[in-house]
């Protein structure tokens, strides 16, 4: 593809973009064949995972990213920065952090709106407000981007219910983004504003928006899907009672799993307990969800104390069957099942770690292998013979478990009734891995040795090596020099 050619294409797919035509823009970017010029491999990636097909921008810019002794390559902080953006969007937030740290902010201020989101996709949207306040400082080349990082900012700010701040960037936005040239854009803006008014409890002000916000929805696209869903919370939370409006948040909940739109399923629940203040629910988007910011938020949202226990039983299907203990690894009969801190143990940590949105390869790769990049090459084949091994496991067991694969996401399913004792998730929970608890009671304050840890804790170097890692990236361990000479401390409580 020459230049010229290139050009029109990326006008083109931008353009469709921009009006909401996400379908045509999909396949406009899967008819691209390469080779591709290298100075156009960024902008395939920003392309790709604005049309929500990140694939395509990984496979494009990981052999440049990470390249290989074959073939050696430097990445520029643009390509960094737009194949992290294609991790955010595949899933893979944490790797994707990660490697906007190496990013230059200053040359490419695009990773601060990407370290944003990435934020925002595990509902931090407190640590979002400061980096979209700050690359709205930096020179835009774009107005349209401009525009999209201010509506970001507004729901951030929405989120965290600081109203006052968000209340004139939004009119201003509904200036800014004219319906005829930004559709789907000042979609977002109405949204936005409706949110904020439910936040605020002002029903009436909230449907005025999405009264607004409908108007200007496909008809028999998503975003019709999504216009029932607030019009449902808002009637539910106007009239928590009311059956009809149960009927319609459980009719919405019910068809987000059927298009397996699951943040769907977790904000109604959420919208749910805003209106009810239920102890049940509560301790289910409490244990049910993976993303500390999002419990802070929660527990914030509390009317009155709620006493949260060190362990919640997480029915797979119906309740009333076996359990089996995460921490201890045991099933009811107190027959150990699984080894605590090994592949097996922290597939099922994982797979269990959000009781609404199943896990993808990305993510799925990042708990099982922490330190170790997404290769888009190998990891997919290693992760699939990973939940082979799970499969067997379960089949050898007798558990009642299934792995179901829908879309390229993976959850339990259950074959009978049984349920997973799930541990508090707060910091103290993760370091209470008897293998770790063991070493700490044998080195409270002294260094020590893998190979020494290894015989304290009789296992292999390996399991230690996994423990070491997971406990590094969980602040409770320092390593100490390198090579032959490395040895581990704790640190502090």
């Known amino acids: 593809m020459n230049p010229s050619t290139f050009r029109s294409f990326v006008t083109a797919t931008d353009a469709l973009i921009k009006q909401g035509k996400t379908s045509d823009a999909q396949k406009l970017l899967s008819s691209l064949r390469g080779p591709f010029p290298p100075s156009s491999l960024a902008e395939i990636a920003a392309l790709s995972c604005r049309a929500f097909i990140p694939r395509i921008g990984i496979r494009v810019l990981y052999p440049i990213v ?52 990435a934020h925002t996709k595990q509902w931090g949207y407190e640590r979002a407000i400061p980096l979209l306040s700050e690359y709205l400082k930096a020179p835009q080349p774009d107005a349209y981007q401009t525009l999209v990082v201010k509506v970001n900012l ?12 968000a209340a004139p960037l939004l009119r201003a936005l509904v200036d800014e983004s004219p319906p005829e ?61 009311s059956k009809k409006a149960v009927r319609e948040l459980d009719s919405v909940i019910k068809e987000a799993i059927q298009l397996g739109h699951w943040e769907t399923w977790r904000d109604c629940d959420r919208f749910r307990f805003l209106g009810t203040q239920d102890r049940s629910l509560f301790l289910r988007l409490y244990f049910g969800t993976p993303f500390e910011s999002f419990r802070k938020w929660l527990t ?61 390869l990305a993510p799925l790769h990042f708990r099982l292998h922490p330190g170790e990049h997404y290769n888009p090459n190998t990891s997919p084949h290693r992760m699939h013979r990973a939940l082979q091994r799970f499969r067997l496991w379960t089949k050898k067991e007798r558990l009642p478990i299934q792995i179901e694969e829908r879309d390229g996401a993976y959850r339990l ?18 370091k209470r891995n008897p293998i770790i608890e063991q070493l700490r009671v044998r080195w409270p304050m002294e260094s020590f040795t893998a190979l020494a840890a290894a015989k304290t804790a009789c296992c292999s170097k390996k399991s230690i090596a996994r423990a ?17 000479n490395t040895e581990y401390r704790f640190n502090k409580k």
């Open 66 to 117: 990470y390249p290989s002794k074959k073939a050696p390559a430097t990445a520029t902080d643009l390509e960094k920065a737009e194949y992290a953006r294609c991790l955010i969007r595949f899933g893979a937030s944490e790797e994707a952090l990660r490697l906007l740290e190496t990013v230059n902010a200053k040359s490419c201020p695009e990773a601060l709106f990407y370290q944003a989101s």
């Open 154 to 165: 507004a729901a951030a700010l929405v989120y965290e219910r600081r109203h006052s701040e």
């Open 181 to 241: 040239d930004f559709r789907l854009l000042h979609m977002n803006v109405l949204h936005t504003q409706a949110l904020d008014a439910l936040y605020r409890g002002d029903w009436h002000e909230a449907r005025e928006y999405l009264d607004s916000e409908a108007q200007y929805a496909q008809s028999g696209s998503m975003e019709h899907f999504f216009s029932r869903k607030w019009y449902a919370i808002l009637g539910f939370l106007q009239d928590s009672r």
């Open 300 to 360: 914030r949202s509390l009317l009155s104390e709620i006493a949260i226990p060190d362990s919640y039983d997480f029915a797979i299907g119906d309740e009333g069957g076996p359990v089996l203990d995460l921490w201890s690894g045991k099933g009811s009969n107190g027959k150990e099942l699984l080894k605590v801190g090994q592949l097996l143990h922290r597939m099922l940590s994982t797979l269990v770690s959000d009781f609404y949105s199943p896990a993808r």
């Open 413 to 430: 399913v259950s074959l009978r009734p049984i349920a997973i004792r799930v541990p508090r998730p707060s910091q103290s929970t993760i």
């Open 468 to 484: 070491l890692q997971i406990e590094i990236e969980n602040g409770g361990l320092e390593k100490l020099g390198a090579g032959n």
